[in-house]
């Protein structure tokens, strides 16, 4: 079994929280190996070993702890089997390249979700959007090389919320990265909405021309200075697009976070659509269609 050296002077992000993405996809037999796998006992300083490998970016914590059971991590030349096991930051720790192979394999899906089906489980007779990815669903941009649809989807799991009222990209994912990288504690990445609005003034609702008669110190508020329950929210970008409708950009997820900040400067949310996750857009993808990943595509 070979083992794939990782460089100890690798970006280490702050304090992590771990990603569920659900069970990895890919074999779930040990290989045959010629290494004997060497328990460590586990000490109270250091850090831990998943812990460690999830803050390099090798996996989730959920990965780690399957992967060191299964013999495929060293540390220091050591094959690691004991799950607890603490080591030093300065370590060297080493992948097996079957662990390397199962995680290519995990899936990682683009939806366009309609009106009407919830991001995570069903709940109130209404469906889940998992339930959209299906290989009749399964669409292609014009002029890429034909790929085959996948036919395994266990374990998939929504990377982020967009509500029942709401359409657009969600995305769902098997890999407990992607997880991370886009819900995780510490996440950095843009999230983009347009928003069609309209807004009560005097007792009536304008629906045209809303910018016009919007305040522009309302305006400033969605940007920066309104707080959601009893915590303030991180600066947004809030611009108009047309008469009545806007373009947030959020480097959060607060639950029903755009709805909540309209009504709080009197505006009524009309129609709701996510178009872009990172560098990762919507673009002229079905509403209840799915699409894979693009080669080079990542968030």
Request: aromatic share 6%; hydrophobic share 40%; glycine share 10%.
């Amino acid at each position: 079994m070979s083992f794939t050296r990782i460089k100890r002077d690798a970006a280490v992000p702050g304090k992590t929280a771990a990603c569920r993405a659900g069970k990895p996809a890919g074999p779930q037999n040990r290989p045959a190996s010629s290494a004997q796998s060497t328990p460590s006992t586990p000490s109270s300083d250091g850090v831990r070993l998943s812990k460690r490998m999830a803050e390099l970016g090798l996996c989730s914590r959920r990965e780690a702890d399957e992967w060191i059971a299964k013999g495929w991590v060293k540390v220091d030349g050591k094959v690691i089997s004991e799950l607890g096991t603490r080591i030093q930051p300065s370590a060297r720790i080493e992948v097996a390249g079957v662990a390397k192979r199962q995680q290519q394999a995990l899936l990682t899906v683009l939806i366009h979700k309609p009106v009407g089906y919830v991001s995570g489980q069903a709940e109130d007779g209404y469906k889940p959007a998992w339930m959209l990815v299906t290989p009749d669903r399964f669409w292609q941009p014009p002029g890429e090389a034909p790929r085959q649809a996948p036919v395994k989807f266990h374990g998939l799991a929504p990377a982020g919320r967009l509500d029942i009222d709401s359409t657009g990209l969600l995305v769902m994912t098997q890999d407990g990265r992607v997880a991370k990288t886009l819900i995780g504690e510490h996440s950095e990445v843009e999230k983009e909405y347009l928003v069609r609005v309209s807004y009560a003034v005097g007792g009536k609702a304008v629906e045209q021309g809303v910018d016009k008669a919007f305040p522009a110190a309302k305006l400033a508020m969605l940007r920066h200075g309104l707080s959601l329950d009893g915590v303030a929210l991180r600066p947004a970008k809030v611009d108009w697009q047309n008469g009545e409708q806007l373009r947030f950009i959020l480097k959060e997820g607060r639950n029903r976070q755009i709805r909540r900040m309209c009504e709080a400067v009197d505006l009524k949310v009309v129609g709701l659509k996510r178009v872009r996750i990172s560098k990762v857009a919507l673009g002229a993808l079905p509403p209840g269609k799915w699409r894979l990943l693009r080669e080079g595509e990542a968030f």
